[in-house]
């Protein structure tokens, strides 16, 4: 397994491996201010699918700051967000508040630019929480049908970024381990309240084919607690229906870890 932004063998990710979550983080700032300014360049505009929880704050903080901010032009980025959970914008497990609280307001990107699910919406027009995470992922759906984005061969759109962490179980977006969303032709999809991880609220998705789709995808992990499922991600078996993040095992995807996650690379014999 090769680490530090050494050329992968064929069919394997680069892995940067930082000496601590701000390092990580920052690294992965890095590449996405110089993948968005380099799609604005080429395409006009840049579509980049960030995530939420944790993951996405201390890089937040790196793009809201010279000199990553002032390499960007915002007024052509367009955001969207794999996956959000069924709570109002401002619930502190929405995927969109760190966005809105430490990004935003450091950045001048027009309000119509930003794509995030609607949730409060849905929330607040039909009578439980399914029946809004269907409708909302319909209206996300069609929204994102109607941006002038380059389809892949099975006709997903093709986004310059996805952003994404990933779980304890090795899910991506609200793509679980055995998810019928590998199934489904919809680009996204209410996903109920998972038993098996916390937190227990249910969710809007993307299709975990976005993830193939990308110019770039990135992962960044962080974190004793996530050594293990590193292990198995980037040196056990393929097996993306169990282990959904491998899907972001592939060329032209960027991993960032610590020091403490790259320690399951180790146990499991890599470098």
Do not use: C
Not at 92 to 111: A, H, K, M, T, Y
Not at 218 to 227: D, Q, S
């Amino acid at each position: 397994m090769h680490t530090n932004g050494s050329t992968p063998h064929d069919g394997e990710p680069t892995i940067d491996v930082l000496p601590d979550a701000e390092a990580a983080a920052t690294a992965a700032a890095t590449l996405i201010a110089s993948a968005l300014a380099d799609a604005a360049r080429q395409r006009g505009r840049a579509d980049w699918a960030t995530t939420g929880g944790s993951t996405p704050i201390l890089l937040y903080r790196s793009l809201a700051q010279s000199p990553l901010r002032d390499l960007v032009p915002w007024d052509r980025v367009h955001v969207w967000w794999g996956d959000d959970r069924m709570v109002p914008r401002d619930h502190p497990l929405s995927n969109r508040l760190p966005f809105d609280e430490v990004l935003l307001p450091s950045v001048p990107i027009p309000e119509p630019n930003i794509h995030p699910i609607a949730i409060d919406f849905a929330l607040g027009r039909f009578p439980d929480t399914d029946a809004a995470a269907r409708a909302a992922a319909a209206t996300y759906e069609s929204e994102l049908r109607a941006a002038p984005l380059a389809r892949d061969p099975e006709g997903f759109p093709v986004l310059d970024v996805v952003l994404v962490g990933v779980g304890p179980d090795g899910h991506v977006f609200s793509v679980f381990p055995d998810s019928p969303l590998f199934d489904s032709p919809r680009w996204a999809s209410a996903v109920p309240a998972p038993d098996h991880v916390e937190p227990h609220v249910a969710r809007v998705s993307l299709h975990p084919r976005i993830l193939v789709a990308a110019r770039l995808p990135i992962v960044v992990v962080i974190g004793a607690g996530k050594a293990s499922v590193v292990g198995d991600l980037l040196t056990g078996k393929r097996d993306v229906r169990r282990w959904p993040a491998q899907l972001a095992r592939r060329p032209g995807a960027a991993w960032f870890l610590d020091e403490a996650s790259a320690a399951g690379l180790r146990g499991h014999g890599a470098a």
